[in-house]
């Protein structure tokens, strides 16, 4: 975003005139005010990349434009002038929004350095503006929560409402429903999203470690504490700080929360400094947590802090009919992952889908789909793509190692063929395995076959050898 349309409002014709002549003779597009009211009327008007305010004018004066115009205008930046160069006008200017402060008679050099500084300024301003708007579509609410069923219309409606805003909300739902996906979306469509999102695992950190991940701690704080650690709170300051497991927190340290949540300050451990926090909280958990309340393993007075707005994320077996919608976007997504370029689901498929049970939720359906992507060598996914469906159990980790997985897919497919009939089974398996292999790092490499060999350990001229054999189609450059 380039500076291109100008103000500049001065009471002094000859002030007026040499910066009209300076900023044309660059390329600039210059408007000219003999006083404030004018200026005003001119912004009314039009928009201004740049405005040049004299501080002191007939009419409206220069702070007083300059207020109106960070109310009404604040993507307009800001230099004020002045033939006083006094601390107290130069304070209230910059304190008011200003970009940037001259001090009469100037020279046109240092008005030439705040403009391409302001440039640069305004090109950064749109880039992260730009961001902005990339991430807010990324996790607009419909589209990376994905589902059309009727709890799910009525979770949008409730993060339409309080994404904005800064109260504390308490995402509840069983593993693998997205609650961390919640939080997110709600930090990206809030003010805080220039501002860290810092997520922690209450039920991932020993108990005697939760303490300094939250708070911190000072050099010399206990045995180990060899330098100062910042805290969880600290460096999500400004930002959003999701809590996820929150039920599974110590009661001591649930008390030091309530207290920061209370006063919005904290105190490194070890430490005797009162440190000012803002930072919005998202807590998620698993558990039943009014049941922790009344067992007394949680502390009913976080728990009111806590639930200012509830969330409640349905089980995907409660929401069948956004399976579909779910498994294709999955598809899409390991497809995309693994450069396939055509893998459909057969009907039996999503029936299946519809009728499963899904104890693990929108990720074990994910695992499940990213999974059969990868070991099928059949552009239509059937049941037997998914045998742990089928059989009624689950792998018991999503982080399950390659070689299990290859080795669990062999044996099904396997099963399926007549091995007496077979001579060229190696040959077969090998050229199935080494086909989404060579794809997923030309595409990691951006279709660079010398990188590409390099990684996979062979030559390039055999690399070349097995694209042509496999019918690897290279796509070079970019994403």
Known sequence: MAIQHILVADDEESIRWVLSKALKKQGFNVDLAEDGSQAKRLAQKHHYDLAILDIKMPGIQGLDLL???RTDYPETLIVIMTAEATMEHAVAAMKNGAYDYLTKPFDLTALDAIILKAEKAAELTGKIDHLKEELQDHYSFGRSIIGNSPPMQDIYKILGRVADSDVTILVTGESGTG?????????VNSQRLVKPLIALNCAAIPHELLETELFGHERG?????????IGKFEQADGGTLFLDEIGDMPLELQAKLLRVLQEKEITR?????????????????????????QEKRFREDLYYRLNVVP??????RERRDD???????????????LGIDAMEYSPETLDLFK???????????ENSIKRATLLSPNQV?????????????????????????????????????NLQEMDNLYEMVLHQIERPLINIVLQKTHGNQIKTAEILGINRNTLRKKIKILEIEVKRGGR
């Not at 919608?325 to 899409?332: G, N, P």
């Open 67 to 69: 207020k109106q115009f």
């Open 179 to 187: 609650k961390e996906l919640i939080a997110r979306a709600i930090h």
């Open 381 to 417: 996914l059937t049941p037997i793509d998914f045998p742990e469906l089928l059989e009624g159990k689950q792998y018991p980790h999503q982080d399950e190692s390659l070689e299990a997985l290859v080795a669990h897919k062999l044996e099904n497919s396997l099963a399926q063929m």
């Open 355 to 365: 009728s499963y049970n899904w104890p693990g939720n929108v990720r074990e359906l």
């Open 323 to 337: 399976i579909p919608i779910l498994a294709d976007f999955f598809l899409q997504k390991s497809k995309r992952d």
């Open 269 to 293: 451990t070890g430490g005797n400094q009162a440190l000012r926090v803002d930072v919005r909280i998202v807590a998620a958990t698993n558990q039943e947590i009014t049941s922790l309340v």
């Open 311 to 316: 969330i409640k994320l349905p089980a995907l």
């Open 221 to 229: 704080a206990f045995t180990g504490a060899t330098e100062r650690k």
